[in-house]
Structures are given as C-alpha cells and as structure tokens.
C-alpha cells in the first residue's frame, strides 16, 4: 500500500506528483517520511484588539466585506478583505487573486495569519484557511519543507496531510525491547506528530522515535557489513618484526608515537584470514603515505602483490616517486600505470609488457590511478590495496576489486587527508575500523596564517610579489569558475584576469577549474610543480597531497564560502618545503570568529570539531563527500544518542547474527545493501 505512486492518494496529489518527483518524491512511504526543516508555532489564536506590531499570531474571524480592483497605472489586480471579530475590524489585501470572492463569502469563518507591521489595521498577503476542527495551515504548529520550484508550503503541506491517511498501514521498524528500553513512542503516532503535531512536547517525542530510528538503521548496517566482510576470505600477511625494524630505521626520520600506532593496528588486521577495511584519516602532512608503506613492505615480505590507487596521474606519479626512493636498496618490483606513463623499477616499459609482469607476480608493488580497475588488470596475488583519497573512489569501483583478485578479497586501507570528528567518523564510516594520525613529524615549519580585511589587500599583494621575486610561487583559491551576481563572491576567471592584467602582470600566471578536462588540469599542475608558473588561480579542484615544496603562499578568496576543514586542506597545499609559509584568508566582506580560529588553530580535527557544530557535516565537506550524511532528522553532534544507537544495533547482531527474528531489519538490509559489494 504504501508503495503506492503519490497520484494515487487523490485527484490533487495526482496533479502535483511530477512536481513531486523534483524532491525525490514518488511514494505515499516517501511523503510519509519527508520531514519538515523547521516548525512556525500559530497555536496562539488572538482577538484582533490584542494584535501588537511585529506579532506573529492567528486570528479567527469572518466576511465583512470584499472589493476586487485594478490600479489604474500598474493595472494590478487587488482584493481587499474586510474581516471582523467581536472586538474590531481589520482588512487584508491579496494581489492577483480575485478567485478570493468565490471563497469569502460574507459571514464565512476564517483562520488569517496576522503578520503585523506598522499599520496594525492592515495585513498583506496573509495566509488564510477556512475555519474547521483541523486545521492544516494555521491555528497550530505549522511544519515548513524543503520546497523546489513550483510547489509551495501549502500545496506540500496539503499532499502530506492526505498521504498520512496511509500511516495505519506502516510497520514497526524496531524491535519490540529497544523501544521499550529506550521509552521511545510507536512509529505511526511519531510520523503522524512529526508533520502535524499537536503540541510541542510530542513533537519533540516524534523527533527523538525517528532519530533514533535513522541512526540505528545506518549503525546496523555498518555492523552488518563488518559482518559480511568477516564471513570473505583473504590471504593473510604475516608480520615481519625484524626486517621491518631494519627499514623502519633506514628511513632518513624517526616515525611519530601515531604512526607506529596506526602501523601496529594494520599490521594485526593483515594477518586474519578475512579481509581489513580500515580507514587512515591523518591531518595534512601527518605521513599517511609512509604508515601504508609499513603495510606495503610486509606483503612483499610475504611474497604478496600491493596495489596503490591514487585519482589522478600527478598524485598517482608522486607516490611512485617516494615509493621508488624508499625500496630502491631491496629487490622489490615497482610499477607505476597511469594513462601516459607505464614504468617498471624507473624505467620505461611498454603497457603490455607491465600488464604481464603485473599478471605473471613479477611486479611487486603496483601504484597507478583507477585505470588499475576500470582496465580490468589481471594480477597473481594481490593481497592488499591501498585507496589514496579513499572519497574519489565510489562504493562501486571499490567492489570491482576483489574480481581482480579470483574471489579472494584483498585487505583494504583508505586513506584521507579530511579531517573527520570521531563522532561524524562513527556514522559515516561505521563499516571501517579507523586509525587516525593526529601528530606532526618533528620539524615541520608551521605556517603563519591570516586572516585579512579589505583595506589591507594592497599590503599582501606586495608582500606576494616579493615572495615570487625571491623564487617561490603561490596558489589563489576561488569558490566560483565565473562570476555570480547573486553570490557576490570571487571568481577564477575574473581573478585570473585581474592578477594577470593589473596586479602582477610580470608573473607567469594560470587557471585551474573543473571545466578544464582531465589532461589539461594534469599539464597545468605539472607545469606549476616544475615552477613554469608563478600563481595558479584555482577552485576548490586542487588536489590533496599535491607536494610543491617551492609553494609557499596560499590565498583564499571569498573563505566564507568554505568549511573550516576545506580551508585547513588549501592551507595544507604550501609548507612542504624549507622555506617559511604563509596562508592568507580573505573574506568577501567582513571577518567571522569561525574564520579567525583559523589563525589560531592548526589542527585540522580542532577545526573540523567547530565546523561540525556550526555547520554541519554536508556544509563541512560538500556534496562530493556528503552523500552519507544527508540526514532527515538526527543531530551528528549528540553523541549519547549515537553511541545509544550503536549499542543497541551491535547488540542485535550479536545476538541474532543472520537476522532470523527480525525480518523487517533484514527486509531492509538486503534493499539497501543489493548494490553494495562486501569487500
């Protein structure tokens, strides 16, 4: 039944059902489920008598009187309504709805939303409904929706109210002791209340029965993957102290109380005979990179092929780069595969000779860029994958791996430079085991960050043109390709013209953006990390862990426009070098004290801790990254009821692992996990 199209409710909702489905609406269980953003309280009804000016209340009253008429200049439409109750008149004026004078009728009884300006004898525009028991648009707790274009508050407000005619025929999704235990109300009276509610206790009642229910599903499901993977096979890799103790004090730099941490917890997950999913989430320049070579140099150890995955060719080459540095004294086989490049041990190979060596085992360790995956590479014994920038690859390409590999699942590690609060981290990625490097390596120069308002623009610049004029180079950041009227904020295309025309017209200068296709952007970044460009004006496109040592100046525009995690990851693109950096944030008009944390705190969890406060986890990260986080009604930062909700899921699985007892929990599963592959 509730399955059921919307145009099947009525011969209204059949009108509005197109419209509907530009909100991902299509099914009464998906009106049902669309809940509001916000409320307006209209409980308070009022005489007209006790109106003030800036109330905001409803008012009953009847017909006195109505008048349609045009303006004689602007020949608008008007209708003036004269209503009165027992303590005064007041009169409210629509445009271009003249069909008023089939609706009011003399004498005819009326709930109006008095917004109350100046003139208390006068309401613009109000909204109105005919006065019955249950009312829908006024006289109580008015729930406002997300809306697109052609639909309005009133016409999804009247949908839903019909669709939750349907609400008998939901089922209850939890099991009967959580909601017990947890007091939680029965879900019909929650998704009634959510949209309707009749006061705002059991509205606030309604908000924690269905955030509880959103956090528990996801919580479940992670659970249920970690289940699944359990039940995969992989071949273990065994642990190798010695060997890994002499190359670990090989290296020119002792690792961090973090990094070997990280290490130890990858180290044991390898060695089970299922497969890892772990997740390395590791501030800018934490030495993400050195901890999955610890990892890398044991599968060698255990005559085991690794596969190293990086988005694009420059990433994908720099890797291949400290790889080759690192392993170049032992006998181990590196191959880098991308689109231009086929090397093996540094040296030039044609594609099909790689892909041989790659199949044959010959190739020890394999870093290139997705073409891994989508060219369908043959390999004898991969055993472990490492995904640099772990949110580039989709659920889908991730899958595609284990077919490489005869059914035999390698372990995998991703691998971020987003820094990711623990509390965002538990909801978004459930499923992994997490390791987090939240330490510096000794001796990293700190970079000197400043906000800076508009009068002292011209101070930058120069100290920006000495800096070029002493050899090194600088990034500028923009949120926008071209320029917005509506936004008002910074352009790379506008600021590209003017650095290049009248701020710096002796510098090399060029732009980067996502318009620009995948060859291009790579030759602009070469060209630049081979300083044959001075600044580069980009969006937001600038890769993670892109190493320009020479890059010492990093200008943000229009900062505002950006989470604090983004802002610390451009911040993270200069300071790899020898030389002092410098990052500069320029906002569109006037500082924020989210902005100026900026200056004081270098700690991109710190920084992402705020940002999750104050914004959100699908402002922080946009929507490339968000698309987990898109929750109806849990708040990410109320850690009891995460943690509540987790418990509980865990104990299920515990409890009954295959989900024998709790058929509609596994219902649910299986739909939302049918396209999933359990790596």
């Given at each position: 039944?509730?399955?059921?199209p919307i145009s099947a409710i009525n011969k209204y909702c059949k009108q509005l059902h197109k419209k509907l489905e530009k909100l991902n609406l299509?099914?009464?269980?998906?009106?049902?489920?669309?809940?509001?953003?916000?409320?307006?309280?209209?409980?308070?009804?009022?005489?007209?008598?006790?109106?003030?000016?800036?109330?905001?209340?409803?008012?009953?009253?009847?017909?006195?009187?109505?008048?349609?008429?045009?303006?004689?200049?602007?020949?608008?439409?008007?209708?003036?309504?004269?209503?009165?109750?027992?303590?005064?008149?007041?009169?409210?004026?629509?445009?271009?709805?003249?069909?008023?004078?089939?609706?009011?009728?003399?004498?005819?009884?009326?709930?109006?939303?008095?917004?109350?300006?100046?003139?208390?004898?006068?309401?613009?525009?109000?909204?109105?409904?005919?006065?019955?028991?249950?009312?829908?648009?006024?006289?109580?707790?008015?729930?406002?929706?997300?809306?697109?274009?052609?639909?309005?508050?009133?016409?999804?407000?009247?949908?839903?109210?019909?669709?939750?005619?349907?609400?008998?025929?939901?089922?209850?999704?939890?099991?009967?002791?959580?909601?017990?235990?947890?007091?939680?109300?029965?879900?019909?009276?929650?998704?009634?209340?959510?949209?309707?509610?009749?006061?705002?206790?059991?509205?606030?009642?309604?908000?924690?029965?269905?955030?509880?229910?959103?956090?528990?599903?996801?919580?479940?499901?992670?659970?249920?993957?970690?289940?699944?993977?359990?039940?995969?096979?992989a071949t273990k890799i065994i642990f190798k102290e010695k060997e890994t103790k002499i190359f670990v004090d090989s290296l020119p730099f002792k690792?961090?109380?973090?990094?070997?941490?990280?290490?130890?917890?990858?180290?044991?997950?390898?060695?089970?005979?299922?497969?890892?999913?772990?997740?390395?989430?590791?501030?800018?320049?934490?030495?993400?990179?050195?901890?999955?070579?610890?990892?890398?140099?044991?599968?060698?150890?255990?005559?085991?092929?690794?596969?190293?995955?990086?988005?694009?060719?420059?990433?994908?080459?720099?890797?291949?780069?400290?790889?080759?540095?690192?392993?170049?004294?032992?006998?181990?086989?590196?191959?880098?595969?991308?689109?231009?490049?086929?090397?093996?041990?540094?040296?030039?190979?044609?594609?099909?000779?790689?892909?041989?060596?790659?199949?044959?085992?010959?190739?020890?360790?394999?870093?290139?860029?997705?073409?891994?995956?989508?060219?369908?590479?043959?390999?004898?014994?991969?055993?472990?994958?490492?995904?640099?920038?772990?949110?580039?690859?989709?659920?889908?390409?991730?899958?595609?791996?284990?077919?490489?590999?005869?059914?035999?699942?390698?372990?995998?590690?991703?691998?971020?430079?987003?820094?990711?609060?623990?509390?965002?981290?538990?909801?978004?990625?459930?499923?992994?085991?997490?390791?987090?490097?939240?330490?510096?390596?000794?001796?990293?120069?700190?970079?000197?960050?400043?906000?800076?308002?508009?009068?002292?623009?011209?101070?930058?610049?120069?100290?920006?043109?000495?800096?070029?004029?002493?050899?090194?180079?600088?990034?500028?950041?923009?949120?926008?390709?071209?320029?917005?009227?509506?936004?008002?904020?910074?352009?790379?295309?506008?600021?590209?013209?003017?650095?290049?025309?009248?701020?710096?017209?002796?510098?090399?200068?060029?732009?980067?953006?996502?318009?620009?296709?995948?060859?291009?952007?790579?030759?602009?970044?070469?060209?630049?990390?081979?300083?044959?460009?001075?600044?580069?004006?980009?969006?937001?496109?600038?890769?993670?862990?892109?190493?320009?040592?020479?890059?010492?100046?990093?200008?943000?525009?229009?900062?505002?426009?950006?989470?604090?995690?983004?802002?610390?990851?451009?911040?993270?693109?200069?300071?790899?070098?020898?030389?002092?950096?410098?990052?500069?944030?320029?906002?569109?008009?006037?500082?924020?004290?989210?902005?100026?944390?900026?200056?004081?705190?270098?700690?991109?969890?710190?920084?992402?801790?705020?940002?999750?406060?104050?914004?959100?986890?699908?402002?922080?990260?946009?929507?490339?990254?968000?698309?987990?986080?898109?929750?109806?009604?849990?708040?990410?930062?109320?850690?009891?009821?995460?943690?509540?909700?987790?418990?509980?899921?865990?104990?299920?699985?515990?409890?009954?692992?295959?989900?024998?007892?709790?058929?509609?929990?596994?219902?649910?599963?299986?739909?939302?996990?049918?396209n999933i592959h359990l790596e």
């Amino acid at each position: 039944m509730l399955n059921q199209p919307i145009s099947a409710i009525n011969k209204y909702c059949k009108q509005l059902h197109k419209k509907l489905e530009k909100l991902n609406l299509f099914t009464i269980e998906d009106l049902l489920f669309y809940c509001p953003t916000r409320y307006e309280d209209y409980s308070n009804i009022k005489k007209i008598n006790e109106l003030k000016i800036n109330d905001i209340a409803t008012i009953k009253v009847k017909v006195k009187s109505l008048r349609n008429y045009n303006t004689p200049k602007q020949n608008k439409k008007i209708t003036d309504v004269v209503f009165y109750d027992e303590t005064d008149t007041i009169c409210a004026t629509w445009f271009n709805q003249w069909f008023l004078n089939k609706i009011m009728m003399p004498e005819t009884e009326f709930f109006l939303i008095a917004k109350v300006g100046y003139n208390k004898k006068e309401l613009i525009n109000p909204e109105y409904e005919k006065i019955n028991t249950n009312p829908t648009h006024t006289a109580r707790i008015i729930p406002i929706y997300p809306l697109t274009y052609g639909i309005s508050q009133k016409q999804i407000r009247t949908v839903i109210k019909a669709a939750l005619n349907y609400v008998e025929y939901l089922k209850e999704r939890l099991p009967e002791e959580i909601i017990k235990n947890n007091k939680l109300i029965e879900i019909k009276k929650a998704v009634q209340n959510i949209h309707f509610p009749s006061s705002e206790e059991i509205r606030l009642k309604s908000l924690q029965r269905l955030a509880f229910d959103e956090l528990f599903l996801i919580n479940l499901k992670n659970f249920w993957l970690k289940k699944g993977r359990e039940n995969s096979k992989a071949t273990k890799i065994i642990f190798k102290e010695k060997e890994t103790k002499i190359f670990v004090d090989s290296l020119p730099f002792k690792l961090t109380d973090a990094q070997r941490k990280a290490s130890w917890e990858i180290l044991q997950d390898i060695k089970n005979p299922y497969p890892m999913n772990r997740m390395l989430n590791g501030d800018v320049g934490s030495g993400k990179t050195l901890v999955s070579a610890i990892a890398i140099y044991n599968t060698f150890l255990s005559n085991l092929q690794s596969a190293l995955l990086s988005p694009t060719e420059i990433l994908a080459t720099q890797h291949y780069n400290s790889f080759y540095n690192w392993f170049n004294k032992y006998e181990i086989n590196i191959a880098l595969l991308t689109r231009n490049f086929s090397l093996f041990n540094n040296e030039k190979i044609t594609k099909t000779a790689l892909l041989e060596k790659i199949k044959n085992g010959e190739a020890n360790i394999i870093i290139g860029t997705h073409a891994i995956i989508q060219e369908k590479i043959k390999f004898k014994k991969l055993s472990l994958v490492i995904i640099d920038e772990q949110h580039r690859f989709g659920v889908e390409q991730r899958g595609r791996l284990s077919s490489l590999t005869n059914k035999i699942s390698p372990h995998l590690l991703s691998m971020t430079a987003t820094p990711i609060p623990r509390t965002l981290a538990l909801i978004m990625y459930g499923d992994l085991n997490i390791s987090i490097l939240d330490e510096m390596p000794k001796g990293r120069t700190l970079i000197k960050t400043s906000v800076v308002n508009a009068e002292k623009r011209l101070t930058f610049y120069n100290f920006i043109k000495k800096e070029i004029e002493a050899g090194r180079q600088a990034f500028v950041i923009c949120p926008l390709i071209d320029e917005s009227d509506k936004l008002g904020v910074k352009s790379v295309t506008n600021e590209y013209k003017k650095l290049n025309e009248i701020i710096f017209p002796n510098f090399k200068i060029a732009m980067l953006h996502g318009k620009l296709k995948a060859k291009e952007k790579e030759e602009i970044m070469q060209k630049f990390k081979n300083n044959k460009i001075n600044i580069l004006v980009s969006t937001s496109v600038i890769e993670v862990g892109i190493d320009i040592p020479n890059a010492t100046i990093m200008m943000i525009e229009g900062a505002e426009r950006f989470g604090l995690a983004q802002l610390h990851q451009f911040r993270g693109r200069v300071g790899r070098g020898a030389h002092q950096s410098y990052c500069f944030i320029f906002p569109t008009e006037h500082s924020t004290e989210r902005l100026n944390a900026m200056e004081r705190i270098l700690d991109g969890f710190k920084l992402a801790e705020i940002d999750l406060k104050l914004r959100g986890p699908g402002n922080m990260y946009g929507k490339e990254q968000s698309g987990k986080l898109n929750f109806k009604l849990a708040d990410i930062n109320d850690t009891f009821l995460i943690k509540n909700t987790r418990d509980c899921a865990n104990n299920i699985i515990k409890k009954d692992p295959e989900l024998t007892g709790y058929p509609y929990l596994k219902k649910y599963l299986s739909r939302e996990l049918q396209n999933i592959h359990l790596e």
